[in-house]
């Protein structure tokens, strides 16, 4: 589904602080699979996450989706895979100070031009499989971290993405919380869903509904892919 061809990404190449945070990364994730990114703080799994996303460019090599090549599209046409391929859950929720829960949920899915309406009931579709419904009204400031992360997870949804992506998303979780992310993750993939994920926690790593765990160090893949 995703192929990364001898990836590379440097930043403030030419100056005295150049840095290679990704070194040469050839690497294939599998549809409908659960990918985990391990590795210490500056191993690279952020950056590659991000180049993975469309987020940024890498400095070198190219990446494939589903066969395409999308390594130099312009950035409208990514910006267009971003909203229609992926969603997004981040280590902070990101969520929009000042609007309630509801608006934050619906608001990636304006661009797309459906119907407020038919948006409304299909936010607040998800706000209630993650028990949020009485949050729905609310401003995101009120809401615990538990919440919030949990308000994030449904606006990831809200443009059905085939491609769920999430960088470290367990970080400011308690464990009880932990696991019940990874049971959202679990439906993710019965739903037909493509997980990739960056962490180090090994409730994550370890978690049986995981597929394959690729290893980082220093910006290379630790042991390549079996």
Not at 6 to 11: E, L
Request: glycine share 8%; hydrophobic share 40%; net charge positive.
């Amino acid at each position: 589904m995703i192929e990364l061809l001898n990836v590379r990404k440097v930043f403030n190449a030419g100056n005295p602080s150049e840095f290679s945070a990704i070194n040469s990364i050839s690497l294939n994730i599998a549809e409908n699979k659960v990918t985990v990114l391990k590795g210490p703080s500056g191993s690279g799994k952020t950056t590659l996450l991000s180049i993975v996303g469309c987020m940024s460019r890498p400095s070198a090599g190219r990446v494939k989706l589903n066969g395409r090549e999308i390594t130099s599209l312009p950035e409208r046409f990514l910006t267009d895979i971003r909203r229609k391929t992926f969603g997004f859950i981040f280590q902070q929720p990101n969520l929009i100070k000042g609007i309630s829960v509801l608006e934050n949920v619906m608001l990636p899915a304006y661009p797309l031009g459906e119907k407020r309406s038919a948006l409304k009931v299909k936010a607040m579709g998800g706000l209630a499989e993650l028990n949020l419904t009485s949050k729905a009204s609310s401003k995101v400031e009120w809401l615990s971290g538990g919440e919030a992360q949990r308000v994030a997870i449904v606006r990831a949804l809200i443009n059905d993405p085939s491609i769920i992506i999430a960088d470290e998303p367990t970080a400011h979780l308690d464990t009880k919380l932990s696991y019940r992310f990874m049971e959202i993750i679990e439906q993710f993939k019965a739903d037909g869903k493509t997980v990739i994920i960056t962490s180090h926690d090994p409730l994550v790593y370890d978690a049986a509904i995981v597929d394959h765990v690729v290893n980082l160090r220093d910006g290379k893949i630790e042991d390549k892919p079996a």
